[in-house]
T-cell receptor
């Protein structure tokens, strides 16, 4: 029973365009959300996070949007660069538990 | 500063054998986690240590898996006896006290059970 769902296993985008990666969750107790980025043969690295008290958090080219009523979040990368090609994992946690629950990941390919 | 180190990077064993994975967290990180990813699936939580104590081991699949963190430094995860379904990438992660959700991951151990 997946509590964090990334329904798109892959996404292909042209360099310079926007990449939008989506994530849905089922547990209404989740109140902290994170995105991790993973290159082949490496472990995931933290990218950006958002608390449930916000609906948007921005860090350079990366912006995460949270829609609590829809239990949906998205990661926007603008502009996309070939170096952004990686697997992106969405994760969520419940305050007090502090153990992130991860999705299956979306493989992003940015074409030059 | 050294990151999270895992050893070995790859392990190929036969069904019924024993394998021990090791994780060295970032120095000073009290929290240590083990996760596993089967190909194409989610990164699934196995257990969480705070220093040498098991805080949460609800994700451990069964009693063939044993994790230890003696002295609150490095951790080992032993699988005995290994089964085919144990194959996957085992990730270790660590975090500082008070920053639990932001984990620092190692590169993982790719375990193949034949």
């Amino acid at each position: 029973d997946q509590q964090v769902k990334q329904n798109s296993p892959s996404l292909s985008v042209q360099e310079g365009r926007i990449s939008i990666l989506n994530c849905d969750y089922t547990n209404s107790m989740f109140d902290y959300f994170l995105w991790y980025k993973k290159y082949p043969a490496e472990g995931p690295t933290f990218l950006i996070s958002i608390s449930s008290i916000k609906d948007k958090n921005e860090d350079g080219r990366f912006t995460v949007f949270l829609n609590k009523s829809a239990k949906h979040l998205s990661l926007h990368i603008v502009p996309s660069q070939p170096g952004d090609s990686a697997v992106y994992f969405c994760a969520a946690s419940v305050g007090g538990s502090y153990i992130p629950t991860f999705g299956r990941g979306t493989s992003l390919i940015v074409h030059p | 500063e050294a990151g999270v180190t895992q050893f070995p990077s790859h392990s190929v064993i036969e069904k019924g054998q024993t394998v021990t994975l090791r994780c060295d967290p970032i120095s000073g990180h009290d929290n240590l986690y083990w996760y596993r990813r089967v190909m194409g699936k989610e990164i699934k939580f196995l257990l969480h240590f705070v220093k040498e104590s098991k805080q949460d081991e609800s994700g451990m699949p069964n009693n063939r898996f044993l994790a230890e963190r003696t002295g609150g430094t490095y951790s080992t995860l032993k699988v005995q006896p290994a089964e085919l379904e144990d194959s996957g990438v085992y990730f270790c992660a660590s975090s500082q006290a008070g920053s639990l959700e932001k984990l620092f991951f190692g590169s993982g151990t790719q375990l193949s059970v034949l």
